[in-house]
């Protein structure tokens, strides 16, 4: 396969693998769906993996396919901008679990020709990072110049630096956590039940029918986006303000502004996300505990490490605080790798990473121009 048929927009190519996972299980053959922005150098070491959050994908810098909309990271991928596209070649994959190309739910299980819903194994962050370890090695990247994502791309990148060392000269991490808190676990588990609640579900093989979960997963993604505002947000952007009427209506539809903008997004989530998917990325992070496989110590995670490290916390980050970030320089410093760390004020709460943040983009320039890197 040429180059220019590995790099690209709208890029996917079905690998043998096989993905040894956590559970035990064998994920084979492993789909991968991918954009690529910018060229590889001729030493092939100057490329920038971006992981993505939950509901994320890989189109961080081109037009949705399903929504029309343009990239989620517009605003730091390109010419020019933090993720500099005329110096680096930044990749974007498609996790494994999710629903926009890669093997997931929705996927074609070989074994039965129909797809595997809830037949699909149950994966971690681990096991994503290892399928992107697979990809990254059929496009002949042996070590990337950066790993950088927010939220639970946030996790990917550190299981990278943890898992592949070698592979990883610098990674950037953004509003995350090395470990779900048993809140973090119950809002999930509240979205999760909203799904498997939703009589269309039928156990998750709805796949062909003519119905699915569209409810349960609208509710799932409205309870999720409340943890993603700050309420500093929220008031300023609603507070109490009544949606299109001058008095309450004294009943249920949608009085307040607030009521009016969740329930749009979560009626427009369920066109673009596929509710299998949302169980399980959303198990993924709640397994996600970087220190438990080195017995609770997290410094172990990075015992050696030669990766250099970014942190970026927001100060009205509720989901996950700055003391979770803290809690990961610590465990850096103690192991004695380079970390450096910035909280940053927004009034946006842990949606802050996706939205333009001028400050969290002069950081990450800055780190990537430190470091001599591309």
Same mark, same amino acid.
């Given at each position: 396969m040429s180059e220019d048929d590995r790099f690209g927009l709208d890029k996917g =190519?079905? &690998?043998? !693998?096989?993905?040894?996972?956590?559970?035990?299980?064998?994920?084979?053959?492993?789909?991968?769906?991918?954009?690529?922005?910018?060229? &590889?150098?001729?030493?092939?070491?100057?490329?920038? &993996?971006?992981?993505?959050? &939950?509901? /994320?994908?890989?189109?961080?810098?081109?037009?949705?396919?399903?929504?029309?909309?343009?990239?989620?990271?517009?605003?730091?991928? /390109?010419?020019?901008?933090?993720? *500099?596209? *005329?110096?680096?070649?930044? =990749?974007? =994959?498609?996790?494994? !679990?999710?629903?926009? !190309?890669?093997?997931?739910?929705a996927s074609i299980n070989p074994a039965t020709n129909n797809p595997y819903g809830m037949a699909f194994p149950v994966i971690t962050i681990a096991d994503m990072v290892r399928a992107q370890a697979i990809l990254l090695d059929h496009l002949e990247i042996e070590r990337l110049a950066c790993v950088i994502g927010g939220s639970m791309g946030g996790m990917q990148a550190l299981s990278w630096a943890s898992l592949f060392p070698d592979r990883v000269k610098s990674a950037i991490v953004i509003a995350s956590t090395a470990r779900h808190s048993a809140q973090n676990i119950a809002f999930h588990e509240v979205g999760r039940q909203a799904i498997m609640a939703d009589p269309n579900w039928q156990g998750g093989d709805y796949y062909g029918s003519d119905n699915s979960p569209a409810k349960g997963l609208a509710v799932a993604r409205m309870a999720a986006h409340i943890t993603y505002m700050s309420e500093e947000g929220l008031t300023g952007k609603f507070g109490r303000n009544l949606q299109d009427r001058e008095a309450k209506s004294f009943g249920f539809d949608?009085?307040?502004?607030?009521?009016?903008y969740l329930r749009h997004q979560g009626s427009t989530f369920v066109d673009r996300f596929d509710a299998n998917s949302y169980l399980?990325?959303?198990?993924?992070?709640?397994?996600? *505990?970087?220190?438990?496989?080195?017995?609770?110590?997290?410094?172990?995670?990075?015992?050696?490490?030669?990766?250099?490290?970014?942190?970026?916390?927001?100060?009205?980050?509720?989901?996950?605080p700055t003391a979770e970030s803290r809690r990961i320089v610590h465990a850096l410093n103690a192991a004695g790798a380079a970390a450096s760390f910035v909280e940053l004020s927004s009034p946006f709460g842990h949606d802050a990473f996706l939205l333009e943040t001028p400050e969290m983009n002069r950081v990450i320039a800055g780190f990537l121009s430190a470091g001599d890197i591309g």
């Amino acid at each position: 396969m040429s180059e220019d048929d590995r790099f690209g927009l709208d890029k996917g =190519i079905r &690998l043998m !693998g096989p993905v040894k996972l956590d559970s035990g299980a064998e994920l084979v053959p492993v789909d991968f769906a991918y954009e690529s922005y910018g060229a &590889l150098n001729e030493a092939r070491d100057n490329a920038i &993996l971006i992981c993505h959050a &939950l509901t /994320g994908d890989q189109y961080v810098a081109s037009q949705h396919p399903a929504t029309g909309k343009p990239g989620w990271w517009l605003n730091m991928v /390109g010419p020019g901008k933090p993720l *500099d596209t *005329d110096r680096f070649c930044v =990749i974007c =994959i498609n996790v494994l !679990g999710s629903c926009m !190309g890669s093997s997931g739910p929705a996927s074609i299980n070989p074994a039965t020709n129909n797809p595997y819903g809830m037949a699909f194994p149950v994966i971690t962050i681990a096991d994503m990072v290892r399928a992107q370890a697979i990809l990254l090695d059929h496009l002949e990247i042996e070590r990337l110049a950066c790993v950088i994502g927010g939220s639970m791309g946030g996790m990917q990148a550190l299981s990278w630096a943890s898992l592949f060392p070698d592979r990883v000269k610098s990674a950037i991490v953004i509003a995350s956590t090395a470990r779900h808190s048993a809140q973090n676990i119950a809002f999930h588990e509240v979205g999760r039940q909203a799904i498997m609640a939703d009589p269309n579900w039928q156990g998750g093989d709805y796949y062909g029918s003519d119905n699915s979960p569209a409810k349960g997963l609208a509710v799932a993604r409205m309870a999720a986006h409340i943890t993603y505002m700050s309420e500093e947000g929220l008031t300023g952007k609603f507070g109490r303000n009544l949606q299109d009427r001058e008095a309450k209506s004294f009943g249920f539809d949608a009085d307040f502004q607030v009521e009016s903008y969740l329930r749009h997004q979560g009626s427009t989530f369920v066109d673009r996300f596929d509710a299998n998917s949302y169980l399980y990325i959303t198990r993924a992070m709640d397994y996600f *505990d970087l220190a438990e496989a080195h017995n609770g110590v997290l410094a172990k995670a990075f015992s050696g490490s030669k990766t250099r490290f970014c942190l970026i916390s927001f100060d009205s980050d509720w989901l996950y605080p700055t003391a979770e970030s803290r809690r990961i320089v610590h465990a850096l410093n103690a192991a004695g790798a380079a970390a450096s760390f910035v909280e940053l004020s927004s009034p946006f709460g842990h949606d802050a990473f996706l939205l333009e943040t001028p400050e969290m983009n002069r950081v990450i320039a800055g780190f990537l121009s430190a470091g001599d890197i591309g």
